[in-house]
């Protein structure tokens, strides 16, 4: 007889989010289903701290930290990108023409020095 499992649901969200979810559960080499529990427990946590904090900050507060956070990583990606595309448009691709150039000037050269013999 198999073991009782967890009862489970399924929650729909954005790909997007599904995306970011799986990436952040690989980086931490576990499933996406932890990884989901692991980040409610965090949130819970966060609230807990600043609900025992005299002043603490309503909910709606951390959920605007957590947002500024993810927009500052999203802008360094996206800086990230855009550093990787300049140098592939001014490194990468001149260096590829360049190597199939001189592979075709190699082609040429064989070619002539076959007909010379």
């Known amino acids: 007889m198999k073991p009782k499992q967890k009862p489970t649901t399924t929650v ?3 790909c ?4 970011a979810i799986k990436e952040l ?6 499933s996406q289903r932890q990884m989901v529990t692991r980040l409610i427990e ?3 946590a966060s609230i807990n701290r600043k609900e025992n904090v ?3 900050s309503p909910p709606e507060s951390v959920l605007a930290a957590l947002q500024e ?5 999203l802008r360094r990606d ?12 001014v490194l990468l691709k001149p260096i590829l023409q360049t190597v199939q150039s001189t592979e075709s000037q190699i082609k040429l050269l064989n ?3 076959s007909n010379l013999e």
Not at 69 to 73: I, S
Not at 78 to 89: G, L, N, S, T, Y
Request: charged share 40%.
């Open 78 to 89: 996206d800086r990230v990108v855009a550093f990787i595309r300049e140098q592939e448009k």
């Open 12 to 14: 729909c969200v954005e």
């Open 25 to 30: 559960a690989d980086g931490l080499n576990l």
């Open 42 to 44: 965090t949130y819970h």
């Open 111 to 113: 070619e002539i020095l």
């Open 16 to 19: 997007t989010d599904r995306d």
């Open 69 to 73: 956070g993810l927009d500052k990583v």
């Open 54 to 56: 005299e002043g603490a």
